[in-house]
């Protein structure tokens, strides 16, 4: 198992420059890792940015545990025990009872958070700060304020694009000084790994940046359920209700003639297909295709042929009232910006993590080791 070295409350805060990031797949293969080395773990999210009250149990919990640490939590198996509540609920009504309370310029007090973490030293813990930088400063809980607060130090998950990505990161490293321990950049191009590892790794270590992972981009963890964009376009389900858990990757248009729209619909995978309701002979062919789910646009119903096609094959029909544009705009937004909650994302994450990130690195300068495994 782990060895500590005379470190008191340990605190790994893992933030990001701007939402959606993928802090919770970095999150889940860095807790299962400890937890493999019987590493004692506790996780939190100080301000709850998701949380859902679940009316039907039979004794609901009073404590404000955001759904991304209850995921984790179910994920991995953690214990009721292991998962840290929320200090605030970041919503439109708790941020106006600030803003007109006088509170902008005072900062949480950690009191109450610095004793849970301070009541079982052999426990790390790890907790997923907000989506960007200065996100609950309102609330006294930004990435920095947490850092200070609770002395805690800072790995930073980072979407990387070219090098004008590390404008962010500079201004991170200049907020955050000594507390950054390090960096995680995610969603790299899988052409480019190579030449970051190679050539921008050890450029950002040269700048006082040092990187524990470089992250190919993933289709998977940028996908949506189908049930997810039914509640995002408020669609109407004309079949396979119960297939709404399937994960969409990509989207594809058919607006093209049937021959093109075959050979386009055989290169993709994973899709949804939108289209007009009254092209019957483009949602035949998607259906023959690597598709997820059929969006229908414009007036007009789906063929009673088509609805039984589809549901022999087992394929989502979704009627939607937006036009064609607007229903795009809607499903492309939703790519890489939905939570991590599904069993395949994480099964994934944890992989992405085991196979791109140096984890024992991030230990040994945690002052944790390893030695004795």
């Known amino acids: 198992m782990l060895t500590r ?7 790994l805060l893992i933030g990001s420059c701007e939402p959606f990031s993928g802090k919770s797949a970095v999150v889940l293969g860095l807790v299962r890792k400890l937890m493999a080395l019987k590493q004692e773990i506790r996780f939190g999210k100080p301000l709850a940015t998701s949380f859902e009250l679940d009316l039907h149990a039979e004794n609901p919990s009073p404590l404000l545990i955001d759904d991304d640490v209850r995921f984790v939590g179910q994920t991995l198996g953690l214990d009721e025990s292991q998962l840290i509540p929320s200090l605030q609920l970041t919503s439109e009504s708790n941020a106006l009872k600030r803003l007109l309370g006088g509170e902008i310029e005072s900062e949480m007090n950690f009191e109450e958070l610095q004793k849970t973490l301070l009541n079982n030293n052999k426990s790390l813990t790890v907790l997923e700060a907000a989506g960007s930088l200065h996100e609950g400063r309102l609330f006294g809980l930004s990435l920095s304020q947490l850092a200070r607060g609770l002395e805690a130090s800072v790995l930073l998950v980072h979407l990387w694009q070219d090098s004008r990505s590390v404008d962010s990161l500079l201004m991170a490293k200049e907020e955050l000084g000594e507390r950054l321990l390090g960096i995680v950049l995610n969603s790299v ?4 790994i190579r030449f970051l590892e190679n050539t921008i790794v050890p450029a950002l270590d040269d700048i006082g940046l040092k990187v524990f992972g470089v992250m190919p981009r993933s289709p998977l963890l940028r ?7 039914v ?3 408020a669609a109407r389900v004309i079949c396979c209700a119960d297939r709404l858990e399937l994960m969409v990757e990509t989207l594809s248009i058919g607006a093209m003639n049937v021959n093109s729209a075959m050979e386009f619909f055989r290169k993709r995978r ?14 035949l062919a998607a259906l023959e295709a690597s598709t997820q789910c059929l969006i229908l646009t414009g007036a007009g119903e789906p063929l009673p042929q088509l609805i039984n096609r589809a549901e022999e094959l087992e394929v989502p029909i979704l009627k939607v009232d937006h036009d064609t544009l607007s229903t795009v705009e809607v499903i492309e937004q939703a790519f890489g910006h939905v939570r991590l909650h599904e069993a395949v994302k994480a099964t994934f994450a944890f992989r992405l993590v085991e196979e791109h990130c140096d984890l024992d690195r991030l230990f040994d300068e945690l002052g944790l080791s390893t030695d004795d495994l």
């Open 189 to 192: 191009n899988p052409d480019e």
């Open 223 to 229: 996908s949506v359920t189908v049930r997810e964009l």
């Open 270 to 283: 994973n899709m949804a297909v939108v289209t007009g309701a009254d092209r019957t002979d483009i949602q």
């Open 5 to 11: 070295r005379p470190l008191m409350g340990t605190t």
């Open 231 to 233: 509640r995002r376009l």
